[in-house]
Structure formats: structure tokens, C-alpha cells
């Protein structure tokens, strides 16, 4: 799919986000086919290391809203089972960010291992501004990582944090500029794909070990409560507003 470049060499597969006349909103179809990729790459000899990468301005503006609105119910499984093979993919995972990371962009972050940003990346979680709520575990792993006030700041009031604020709490390993994110990823991803496979799996596994169940439990109890105030009056305001590109009305609700 256009949507989606795929490219393997040296151990490393590189998934580029590629519909930037959309800036990089997922639809229906990126979850499924990441997924697949990613769940084949899990078994393949000849892939080491994932990178998922944006372009130079944008990385991901998050969920296509009208793609989004009339999801099917097999749209729900495949985000869940995106979600689901990010969070427990056992081999290293590597995110180019540049430009704007929103909503998903954002959040499936917190399962990557490594991530080179650009210095124009902006990170942000507004779940809460949309009427609904943190998604991949975020409620989660956002306060344990970042803190609990800084996790307040972006999950609460869905405020941006830029790249050096998310250098400072250990969310990326480092900035640089745009040009130069994609290069540096792949340079690192090269790094991994160069060591025994063995011992990088078995050091991830521990790295996380203990969250795994703790993580998919908190995942499907957001799908639930998100599916749920996904049909409450605040939700549908606040996507009948962005589609009218207005300020949402939140005052009677």
C-alpha cells in the first residue's frame, strides 16, 4: 500500500509512514498491515531490528478522523491488534520522530526502545480535549516514565511537550536535526542488527519484565472506557467541532 513504504536490508526493517498529504493520520488499513508486518517480522531470521519512521516535518497527526468516525468493528480489532503487537514485539524497535507526534503518534512511542528526534518534534496526548481517553497503555506507562505531574500536564490538559522536555524525562535518547533523525536510527538499528539476536531478546524481556500482563490489562480497560465515551454528547461535540473547524462547547456537559 502507498501509504506505507517497507523496505528490509542488513537485519533492519524500516517502515516509513508515507501519506503525507494526510500528515501520517493512521486509517484502518496502516493498523492492519503494520500489524501483519510486524507479527511476521517476529518469526523472520532476516529481520533483527523494526524502525518505524515519518517524514522530515511530520511524523504522525494521529488517527484519520473521517477514517476514524466510520470505523467498523473490525476497525477496533485492528487497532487493538496493532496495539498489541507493538507492545509485546520482542525484538528492538526504533522510532525516527520529526514534526508533530499526536495522539497515537505519540503514545505508541512509549514502546519503543530507542528514539532519535528531530529538534521540530512535538509530542502530544489530547485525548481528554477530544472527549475521550489516553489509549496503548499510556495511562500507564506515561506517569511511570515521565513522572506523575508531567504526565498530568500532557494527559490532562493534552498539552504538547517538545523534543528537549521529552530528552529531559527520558522519553527519546537524543535530538537532532530533522534531516539527520532517519539517518541516525538507522545507523543505531544497524548497531542492534549487528549483535547476537539471542542476547537482545533475552535483555528486552527482562527489561520488561513484570509489565506484560499489567500492560494488557490496562490496554483493553482504555479500549473499553474509551468505546464508551466515544458515545457520550462531550465526544461527539468535540469531533463534530474539529470536522466544522471550530472551539468545541463543552459548557453543558
Do not use: W
Not at 520482542?90 to 512511542?109: E, H, Q, S
Amino acid at each position: 500500500m502507498n501509504d506505507l513504504l517497507i523496505d528490509s536490508a542488513d537485519g533492519v526493517m524500516t517502515i516509513t509512514l508515507s501519506r503525507l498529504e494526510k500528515k501520517n493520520a493512521f486509517t484502518q488499513d496502516m493498523y492492519q498491515k503494520i500489524s501483519e508486518v510486524l507479527n511476521q517480522s517476529r518469526e523472520s531470521v532476516d529481520v533483527r531490528v523494526v524502525i518505524i519512521q515519518g517524514h522530515e516535518t511530520v511524523f504522525s497527526a494521529g488517527n484519520d478522523i473521517n477514517d476514524f468516525l466510520g470505523r467498523s468493528p473490525s476497525g477496533v480489532s485492528a487497532v487493538l491488534n496493532f496495539l498489541t503487537s507493538i507492545s509485546t514485539f520482542p525484538k528492538p524497535l526504533v522510532a525516527a520522530v520529526c514534526g508533530p507526534a499526536v495522539g497515537i503518534g505519540t503514545t505508541m512511542l512509549f514502546h519503543f526502545d530507542l528514539i532519535y528526534a528531530g529538534d521540530n518534534a512535538a509530542f502530544s496526548m489530547p485525548f481528554v480535549n477530544l472527549g475521550i481517553c489516553p489509549e496503548a497503555g499510556s495511562s500507564y506507562l506515561a506517569p511511570r516514565m515521565m513522572g506523575f505531574p508531567r504526565a498530568a500536564e500532557a494527559l490532562l490538559l493534552g498539552e504538547p511537550f517538545l523534543a528537549e522536555s521529552a530528552l529531559e524525562m527520558g522519553f527519546i535518547n537524543r535530538i537532532v536535526p530533522p534531516r539527520e533523525a532517519a539517518s541516525l536510527a538507522q545507523r543505531q538499528a544497524q548497531k542492534l542488527a549487528d549483535k547476537p539476536l539471542g542476547s537482545l531478546l533475552a535483555t528486552k524481556r527482562l527489561m520488561k519484565k513484570g509489565q506484560d500482563s499489567i500492560l494488557a490489562e490496562r490496554i483493553k480497560a482504555e479500549s473499553d472506557t474509551f468505546a464508551m465515551l466515544l458515545q457520550e454528547p462531550a465526544a461527539r461535540e468535540a469531533f463534530s467541532a474539529f470536522l466544522e473547524k471550530r472551539k468545541p462547547n463543552f459548557s453543558k456537559m
